[in-house]
């Protein structure tokens, strides 16, 4: 019995030390994640960025730099949120840690948006801190040269919904006035609010650009930034940050924009046989024309997400009208498919443009190298198509049509049961000021050797470095008076060329990819009670 008592004891001993060490280990690698992130974003914060901004892109000693075009060192962006998503990192890494040096760093990014909001209550996609004259400048050379990029071409002066530039800005905005409540950020916030609600047309929908101007003629001397505008979720992106405003802020004065703003979905939605849904409407609500490359036609890529949210728009309201059409749109979406011997074995399934009327696959190309001598054309040919746009997608119409099965048999009490627009939305969260925090039950732990993977790519000047990016020649005039083509590499078909040299980078979204696994990691430790975290 002594014999068993002892051996007994031997093993729980070697029992606890196992435990006790993967207990330190663990703590020691979220030490180490800890102090990384805090590291890096010192760097990104103290010696990035710019009056509290971002950019996409910077040579690793910062000679050059880039948003989606190269920019001024005076310069942040704003296109896809580049700016905005730092302070969103920020505050995650806040909510995580608890360290105030990030909250401070999201307030500069909250500063420097505020900064730049135009008189208007909205944002350009970029901000140039030394003002327009400069701004102007940059439009007017390394803009008015970027082939391919129809909307850097010409200086508007105004805000533009495209690619997120200013809902995401506002949105962070909501997000850190949220945070602590902090009066600074109200007015600017209002004034977000007030600009979106004033550019919204009528009839529900929103331009690309507002206030309207008329002076960047293309085809037919029509200006596709006042049209009403689907294409890079410029309405839906609109809609759900003015349905966290009134989750939120509680304001009823939303319901009707966010209801309008729904209904636009319907209204747009073409007659059968062709039930789908364009990109971009002129004023009389006609499929129409946008960039270069962007014929009138019908797509069905949109044709899946404006499907996708008219089911979103029943389960908020209970209102099948949302649901009526469904079926027209899954219809005109089986009568598009390629032909069997256009969808390069399967890899396919539909056209990006179709025609209006004729039900024909549209395709783009495009041929030179710049403004002096490119151009862009359309035609039924598939050869040869523009690449940096692309000619052809794939649908999943049966991953579709179960989904319109699921939504339609529920009833609207059923549907609308988790609808952030009816009556007792904060039911679950302590107060509306928990929207945006983290749900930590769900986050999932990364593995650890991803996490000691991260860690250890950091540099001795806590940069996390990168190559082969996306990048573009600068602007120049040749001897002859032509400007160079300041669009980012691509081939003549317009497909991406990278830097395949050893150049070292250091890239905003490699930050925080990077810094979104960390957070992840220690995120998950919060619902660990075993760490003492």
Request: proline share 5%; glycine share 8%; with cysteine.
């Amino acid at each position: 019995m002594k014999y068993m008592n002892a051996i007994k004891t031997v093993f729980l001993f070697f029992t606890i030390s196992i435990a006790t060490t993967a207990f330190g280990q663990k703590k020691d690698l979220a030490a180490e994640a800890r102090e990384t992130m805090l590291n890096a974003t010192k760097f990104m914060v103290e010696k990035v960025s710019f009056n509290g901004g971002y950019l996409r892109l910077y040579l690793s000693d910062f000679s050059r730099r880039w948003a989606e075009q190269e920019a001024y060192p005076t310069q942040i962006q704003l296109t896809y949120g580049k700016t905005p998503s730092m302070g969103h990192m920020f505050l995650d890494a806040y909510h995580s840690t608890g360290d105030e040096y990030y909250y401070t760093a999201a307030e500069k990014v909250a500063q420097a948006l505020i900064w730049g909001q135009l008189p208007v209550g909205g944002w350009d996609y970029i901000i140039d801190f030394s003002g327009s004259s400069s701004l102007k400048e940059w439009y007017n050379t390394i803009g008015k040269n970027a082939w391919g990029w129809d909307e850097y071409n010409h200086y508007y002066g105004t805000p533009t919904f495209k690619n997120g530039s200013t809902v995401e800005a506002a949105r962070l905005l909501l997000r850190i006035y949220l945070q602590k409540l902090d009066p600074k950020i109200k007015p600017a916030l209002d004034k977000a609010i007030a600009f979106i609600l004033e550019s919204q047309y009528p009839l529900g929908g929103w331009p690309q650009r507002y206030p309207l101007k008329h002076d960047f003629p293309f085809e037919k001397n029509r200006d596709y930034t006042s049209f009403y505008t689907f294409n890079d979720d410029v309405s839906w992106e609109n809609l759900e940050f003015l349905i966290q405003c009134y989750t939120t802020l509680g304001e009823d004065r939303l319901l009707d924009p966010i209801r309008r703003g729904m209904n636009f979905s319907l209204i747009t939605q073409q007659g059968n046989p062709q039930g789908g849904w364009a990109e971009q409407y002129d004023m009389e609500l006609k499929p129409s024309n946008g960039r270069k490359y962007e014929p009138a036609s019908l797509m069905p890529g949109q044709t899946y997400r404006q499907v996708m949210l008219l089911i979103k728009f029943y389960k908020y309201t209970g209102d099948r009208k949302f649901l009526a059409r469904i079926p027209d749109a899954i219809q005109w979406l089986e009568s598009s498919r390629l032909p069997a011997d256009k969808t390069d074995g399967g890899k396919y399934t539909h056209p990006v443009f179709v025609e209006v009327g004729t039900n024909r696959p549209l395709y783009a190309h495009r041929k030179g190298s710049g403004f002096a001598d490119g151009v862009y054309w359309i035609d039924y040919n598939d050869d040869n198509p523009l690449l940096h746009y692309g000619a052809k997608n794939k649908i999943d119409i049966d991953f579709l049509k179960e989904e319109f099965r699921k939504v339609n048999v529920l009833t609207p009490e059923e549907a609308t049961r988790n609808s952030p627009l009816k009556v007792g939305r904060y039911e679950g969260l302590n107060s509306p000021q928990d929207y945006f925090l983290p749900d930590y039950a769900s986050v999932k732990a990364p593995d650890e050797k991803a996490v000691a993977t991260v860690i250890g790519s950091l540099d001795g000047q806590h940069r996390w470095l990168s190559k082969n990016e996306w990048i573009s020649r600068p602007y120049t005039i040749s001897a002859t008076g032509v400007e160079a083509n300041t669009a980012p590499f691509s081939t003549e078909g317009g497909a991406q060329i990278r830097d395949s040299s050893n150049q070292q980078y250091i890239s905003t979204q490699v930050y925080l990819t990077n810094m979104k696994l960390l957070n992840n990691y220690i995120s998950s430790l919060k619902k660990d009670k075993t760490t003492g975290l």
